[in-house]
């Protein structure tokens, strides 16, 4: 807690600079209750002999219990003004040595906190951050998804490298401009890039995706298919019960979304436990992989060079070169909408809590995990056969980087 500035002789910029340091762990509090104490809801005047030692009385209290008052439309709209109160009357209490007990002082527990004031609520851990669950490891494990379907399922990978190797033994002529620079930009960094096996072996720890061979030591994440799945059933029974209300066939209504809210808890968990160390890193390098990879497929110099007269873009050069290096034709559109489905999915779950989780949240989840299951059932189903392909402005590769700030 911020102690008084020390003018001595030689102490003053320690001192200013302790006190600052102090200030700065407390965040928003001080803010908060000097504006609290403004608003006239309770007499400061009770502590005219020493304002700032009732304010730093109530930002010991405060900090001590964790509270997050830093969302301004909570706390103009009161959200705070309990834990606020409890933490001027404990103040108050304290001054006046009210069921003060030395020994709890020494151990920072004076049980005057829980005294006649307290209305015998307790911590419900509503918050996502009360409940030890990281967003940025969620998201992180969200983009690790959309690589592993973009670039390992539709083989992105794989297919810009082809691209790449044929433009270098002549077989694709392109000899100057933009694309060639992005080419044998692309070929020189062949050896540099995140070799396949590192890739796989990210996949596997995280989702347990693939058919890497975990190495010794590490922690395969074997119960995300399983949470992953529940939160997919759960989606699916709420669609049934929805429509049999619409249909008539029941009369049971409003359909609850605890089961919903259950399963994205225990994903939240799943992820906050598993995504975790080298996995930041290594999504961030693997997506600047996988932007760079289109950057070169959806060239113009590189589109002309594929598909047919009517429709050419993106989709068109990974079908063709996807032909002739595999023999088959690949799901395009129900990949693509994987990936980008999926990875809202995670987006929504990154940011759940029960208490702001709006009829609209759960409508956006609903809707996504509705696109998930089908595309998914014909991604699987339909090995070589696609449905239409999306249009080139159905997919932007860039559309993830401001989420990857938060990690």
């Known amino acids: 807690m911020p102690g008084s500035i020390n003018f001595t002789e030689g102490q003053l910029r320690d001192s200013i600079r302790h006190s600052f340091h102090d200030l700065s762990k407390l965040g928003p509090i001080p803010g908060r209750v000097f504006d609290y104490l403004a608003k006239g809801e309770v007499d400061a005047s009770k502590a005219t002999d020493d304002v700032v030692g009732l304010q730093k009385s109530m930002w010991s209290f405060l900090q001590s219990r964790g509270a997050q008052l830093g969302d301004q439309q909570k706390f103009d709209q009161g959200d705070y003004d309990e834990i606020l109160f409890s933490a001027y009357d404990n103040a108050l209490r304290e001054r006046s040595g009210d069921g003060a007990d030395p020994l709890g002082r020494v151990n920072n527990t004076d049980p005057s906190s829980i005294g006649s004031g307290w209305d015998f609520s307790v911590d419900t851990f509503d918050t996502i951050q009360s409940q030890g669950v990281l967003p940025e490891s969620i ?17 992105i990978f794989d297919i810009a490298e082809e691209l790449v190797l044929g433009w270098a033994n002549g ?16 070929w020189k960094q062949l050896d540099d890039r995140m070799p396949p096996q590192d890739r796989a072996m990210l996949y596997r720890r995280v989702l347990d995706k693939g058919s890497a061979e975990a190495m010794s030591g590490a922690a395969v994440n074997t119960n995300f298919p399983v949470v992953w799945n529940k939160l997919l059933a759960e989606i699916a029974d709420y669609i049934e019960k929805s429509e049999r209300i619409e249909s008539g066939l029941t009369d049971v209504s409003p359909i609850s979304a605890k089961p919903i809210h259950q399963a994205m808890r225990e994903l939240q968990y799943n992820l906050t436990e598993h995504c975790t160390g080298m996995a930041f890193m290594q999504v961030r390098e693997m997506y600047a992989q996988l932007q760079d990879a289109i950057a070169i497929l959806k060239d113009p110099d590189i589109i ?25 034709t690949p799901p395009v559109s129900p990949l693509v909408k994987v990936a980008v489905d999926g990875n809202r999915m995670f987006q929504l779950a990154a940011d759940f809590e029960e208490s702001t989780f709006t009829p609209d949240d759960l409508s956006e989840l609903v809707q996504a995990g509705e696109n998930y299951i089908i595309n998914a059932a014909m991604a699987e189903g ?22 990857f700030d938060d990690f």
């Open 139 to 155: 998201r992180a494990a969200g983009a690790i998804d959309y690589v592993y379907v973009m670039g390992e399922r539709l083989r």
């Open 171 to 186: 077989s694709i002529d392109i000899a100057e401009g933009a694309a060639a620079g992005r080419l044998y930009r692309y």
């Open 304 to 328: 002309a060079s594929f598909g047919g007269v009517r429709r050419r873009n993106l989709w068109t050069v990974i079908t063709e070169i996807w032909r002739d290096a595999y023999g088959t």
């Open 382 to 403: 339909t090995g070589d056969t696609t449905g239409d392909s999306p249009g080139e402005d159905d997919f932007d590769p860039g559309g993830f980087d401001d989420e």
